[in-house]
């Protein structure tokens, strides 16, 4: 078997995708259409043009504008459904999927709304594919702790529905610090909790996030390797890294994937896994990602299989879930 077959056979999970991110040019085209929204760009090609980013703000920028034309529940069914199909044909099995609220409540998107459309896609390919999936409430952080709070009120009612909390949006000047009494109350809640953390922040913003946040999970990391004993911490505590490679190198946090820390954090002893971040903005979902990263830095079949079984250890899914899928991906590496 090739690598490009076992990538595409092995069993994933996928836990680091924000669901907006998966607004494909063609389906923003068509959903601003039937709602009567004239997009800045004249067409899908434009808009595509307008892909190239030098760094995490220029991408939100353009990422916040093109949320804003999901309007109705069937907009967000729609958006989340497309990603399900395609990820379905890559084989992933499962999915942990992050949702901005503020991003549609902000515009006078009902939370109920953007939650119905998400859920219901959700539904329909556990029962359709048996894909399971959950989700998780990511706060922006370039917005205010008291905005925070508020979301975090608002979607209490419907705790049900989403298993964690994550911290997104523009990293530097907005330590984690800045939302600690936001995760204490998801904590207390029951929630798991997660943050975006070295990215472009430094190690000290990981460190926050790992003590004054009290993460189950961090999002990218990368920047952890300029501190040893940061390293040794998250390998003591078991705190997995949900790495993106293809948006490390749209977003210019590194400039070549040959350079990227994967191969280098395993070697360590870190728990790490890959992942597809905004698919729709850096140029491939969750396969296109494993075959980037094995190339670059050559992985073996094992080491790929390896990053297959961290994709499940790291997930939220049960110890017999996890162990289900890690002896099938063990049972394909004999
Ligand atoms: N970093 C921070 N916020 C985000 C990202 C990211 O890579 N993608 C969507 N929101
Ligand atoms: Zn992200």
Redesign the pocket.
């Known amino acids: 078997m090739t690598k490009k077959e076992f990538i595409h056979r092995v069993p994933k999970a996928e836990l680091h995708l924000?669901i907006?991110?998966t607004f494909e040019p063609e389906l923003m085209f068509a959903i601003a259409h039937r709602n009567n929204i004239q997009l800045e760009y004249a067409s899908v090609d434009e808009l595509k043009q307008a892909y190239q980013f030098a760094n995490?703000q220029e991408?939100?920028d353009i990422?916040y504008a093109g949320a804003g034309v999901l309007l109705y529940e069937q907009d967000f069914y729609d958006l989340t459904r497309a990603y399900f199909d395609r990820i379905h044909a890559q084989g992933v099995v499962h999915a942990e999927i992050?949702f901005?609220p503020q991003t549609h409540t902000d515009r006078g998107v009902a939370f109920e709304t953007v939650l119905k459309g998400i859920t219901r896609a959700m539904d329909d390919v556990r029962e359709q594919y048996g894909l399971s999936s959950g989700l998780i409430l990511?706060i922006l952080r370039h917005l205010s702790e008291e905005s925070a709070l508020r979301t975090l009120d608002e979607a209490l009612p419907f705790k049900q529905y989403f298993i964690g909390v994550g911290l997104?949006?523009?990293?530097l000047g907005h330590p984690p610090v800045k939302f600690k009494r936001v995760f204490e109350r998801a904590r207390a809640e029951g929630l798991k909790t997660l943050a975006?953390a070295g990215?472009e922040g430094p190690p000290a913003y990981v460190w926050e996030a790992i003590d004054l946040l009290g993460v189950d999970r961090l999002?990218?990391g990368n920047r952890s390797m300029e501190d040893d004993r940061l390293v040794a911490e998250l390998i003591r505590r078991k705190i997995a890294l949900t790495l993106?490679p293809l948006?490390n190198l749209k977003?210019q946090v590194v400039s070549d994937l040959r350079q990227h820390p994967l191969k280098r954090m395993m070697e360590r002893g870190m728990l790490v896994t890959v992942n597809s971040?905004?698919p729709a903005y850096f140029g491939g979902y969750l396969n296109e990602n494993y075959e980037a990263i094995a190339e670059a830095l050559e992985l073996s079949i094992d080491e790929i299989g390896q990053l297959a079984v961290n994709s499940f250890e790291a997930s939220f899914l049960s110890a017999a879930e996890k162990a289900s899928w890690t002896g099938k991906i063990e049972a394909m590496l004999q």
Do not use: K, P, T
Not at 168 to 171: A, K, L, Q, T, V
């Open positions: 924000h907006e991110g995490l991408f939100l990422y992050f901005d990511s997104d949006s523009s990293e975006h990215e999002d990218h993106c948006s977003l971040d905004d």
